[in-house]
């Protein structure tokens, strides 16, 4: 007797803890990260800039009056509100035009399509450097924009200011998945070379750490689809699972008592 009422509390107990297990099993990500060796040896953006981008560029150096009319600039603007006196002179973005130009000050007009922020800056030192004397530069795709929808929990358009952002930085802006998205099947949408292409990744597993994708472009698409049908169950399942634990948690001490007083 002793011996059944244990067998079955033990079965109950598997029986409740199989559904849970597999529960975490399909919101886990990166399962096999362990069992795989990467290989993406990216260590910077490859964000290149494209016709229509507006991009900003600022020269920086030791002498105002030469560094001046290399820097775009609006109507010069109080700065009162920032709590010191004068004026700055505000940054004006440059357009890159649709053959992948900007008319940049003094230089003329630049060829910047297909380059990154960082190639970019390197080609400017090359011609500015012997000019101006320890010169840095900052630069910056204003229009650098990602949108995030579908079952996370916070969907919108993100802007990004560091040139930079990856999948997953991408999804912890948006709040994460929820419970009801299907991490096997997020996708990526994406316009390159005037077609629209979309990318599919499992985030059970390791690939998008691999992946050529993990940098995100400027207007990139990440949509998280719900797990089909099981979408509005999972929902739903919360209270119902709590009377199932409830019930089974009654039953297990029921069990418990029967052989405690069985022994007596």
């Known amino acids: 007797m002793k011996r059944h009422l244990s067998f079955l509390a033990s ?6 803890m199989l559904p849970s297990c597999s529960s975490w099993r399909e919101v886990e990500y990166f399962q096999d990260l ?20 507006q991009i900003t560029i600022m020269v920086f150096g030791a002498d105002k009056y030469l560094i001046m ?18 004026t700055r ?8 035009d649709e053959n992948g130009d900007i008319k940049f000050p003094v230089l003329g007009k630049i060829h910047v399509a297909g380059m990154t922020t960082n190639e970019l800056q390197r080609y400017l030192h090359s011609l500015l450097d012997e000019t101006i004397k320890d010169m ?6 204003e229009n650098f924009r990602i949108n995030v ?45 005037g077609q629209v292409r979309h990318y599919e990744f499992d985030l059970t597993n390791s690939e998008i750490l691999d992946s050529k994708e993990l940098f995100l472009q400027q207007n990139d698409i990440i949509y998280v689809p719900p797990v089909s049908a099981k979408a509005d169950e999972a929902r739903s399942n919360g209270s119902a699972r ?23």
Request: with cysteine; proline share 3%; net charge neutral.
């Open 11 to 16: 079965l109950l107990l598997l029986i409740i």
């Open 34 to 53: 362990n069992e795989v060796q990467l290989h993406n040896k990216l260590t910077e953006s490859d964000v290149k800039i494209r016709p229509g981008d």
């Open 136 to 141: 840095t530069l900052f630069i910056a795709i």
């Open 242 to 264: 709590t009377w199932v634990i409830g019930g089974a948690t009654l039953l297990i001490s029921v069990i418990s008592l029967i052989i405690t007083l069985s022994k007596n």
């Open 89 to 96: 002179e505000a940054q004006s973005p440059y357009d890159v």
């Open 149 to 193: 929808m579908g079952e996370v929990n916070r969907p919108g358009s993100f802007n990004i200011k560091n040139n930079t952002c990856t999948f997953l930085e991408a999804l912890s802006l948006a709040g994460d998945m929820k419970l009801t998205a299907n991490r096997h099947k997020v996708k990526l949408i994406r316009l390159e070379d």
């Open 69 to 86: 009319p290399y820097n775009q600039t609006l109507n010069s603007v109080s700065e009162g509100n920032l709590g010191s006196g004068g």
